[in-house]
C-alpha cells in the first residue's frame, strides 16, 4: 500500500456543526502533515506529527484540533468554523519524524478534503 | 519577495512542445520538490532532489545548488500533462511552497 487516503472526499457543514477529517497511511511513515489550502494558492502548512507527537502548530485557531490516535491514522477535528475556513485540506506522510530527518524524508500527499463551511 | 519563485504562472502549449518550468529559490535548502497537482485534485510527487538530475518517463528535473535553481521538463507534453505544477523546497522540517505555473496543453 504507497497511498494517502482521506476522507470524505467532500464535507458541507454549517458554522454550528463538529465533524472529523480522516487521513490513513500504511506505508510505516512516522511524520503525518496537514495542509490547507485556498484556490490557485500553494498549500498552508497547519499540523505536523512526528512518531505520534505534535511537533508544529502553525499558530492554527483552536477550532481546528489534530489527533493521532497511532502511527498510520490522522484526524482533525472541526467545530464551529466559519465560511472564511472553506478550502481543500490536504494531509501528506513522510517516512521519517521530523528529528534528523535529513535530506530524503519526501512527502507524499493524499487527494484532499474539499471543505465547504455554510 | 517570496523565498520560493517559479516562472512562467501561466502557460499554454500545444501537444508534442518541450515545455520548461523553473523556479529560484533564496535560502538555503536540503532538497527541492516538484509536485502536479490537477485541477480540484491532491497533489502528487513528481521529485524530490537535492543535486543533479532526475528523469521519470517524458519528465526530468534538475537542479543546480549554487545558483539556487531548479527546472522541470516536460518533453513530447500531452494534454493529460495539463495541471499546476509546484516547486516547493525542503528547510529545516517544512516545505516552502512556490505559487506554482498553471499548464494548459492543447491537442
Known amino acids: 500500500d504507497t497511498e494517502v487516503t482521506q476522507t470524505p472526499k467532500h464535507l458541507v457543514m454549517g458554522m454550528t456543526n463538529k465533524k472529523s477529517l480522516k487521513c490513513e497511511q500504511h506505508m510505516g511513515h512516522r511524520a503525518m502533515y496537514w495542509y490547507k489550502q485556498k484556490a490557485k494558492k500553494p498549500p498552508e502548512l497547519m499540523f505536523v506529527?512526528?512518531?505520534?507527537?505534535?511537533?508544529i502548530n502553525e499558530s492554527v485557531p483552536s477550532r481546528f484540533s489534530p489527533e493521532c490516535p497511532n502511527s498510520s491514522l490522522l484526524n482533525l477535528h472541526l467545530h464551529a468554523l466559519q465560511p472564511e475556513d472553506s478550502a481543500l485540506y490536504l494531509c501528506a506522510s513522510s517516512l521519517r519524524g521530523l528529528a534528523g530527518a535529513g535530506v530524503h524524508n519526501e512527502q507524499f500527499f493524499g487527494p484532499g478534503t474539499r471543505l465547504t463551511v455554510l | 519577495k517570496n523565498e520560493v519563485e517559479q516562472s512562467p504562472q501561466n502557460l499554454t502549449a500545444q501537444e508534442g512542445e518541450f515545455i520548461t518550468i523553473n523556479c529560484s529559490y533564496s535560502?538555503?535548502?536540503?532538497?527541492l520538490h516538484w509536485l502536479q497537482q490537477h485541477p480540484g485534485g491532491g497533489i502528487v510527487s513528481l521529485f524530490m532532489?537535492?543535486?543533479g538530475k532526475k528523469k521519470h518517463g517524458r519528465l526530468i528535473a534538475t537542479i543546480n545548488i549554487q545558483e539556487k535553481h531548479s527546472s522541470l521538463h516536460i518533453t513530447a507534453s500531452h494534454p493529460r500533462d495539463s495541471a499546476v505544477y509546484i516547486c516547493?523546497?525542503?528547510?529545516?522540517?517544512?516545505?516552502?511552497f512556490g505559487t506554482g505555473t498553471r499548464l494548459q496543453v492543447f491537442p
Open positions: 535560502v538555503g535548502i536540503s532538497a
Open positions: 516547493a523546497v525542503k528547510l529545516r522540517d517544512k516545505l516552502i
Open positions: 532532489l537535492s543535486s
Open positions: 506529527y512526528s512518531y505520534e507527537k505534535l511537533s
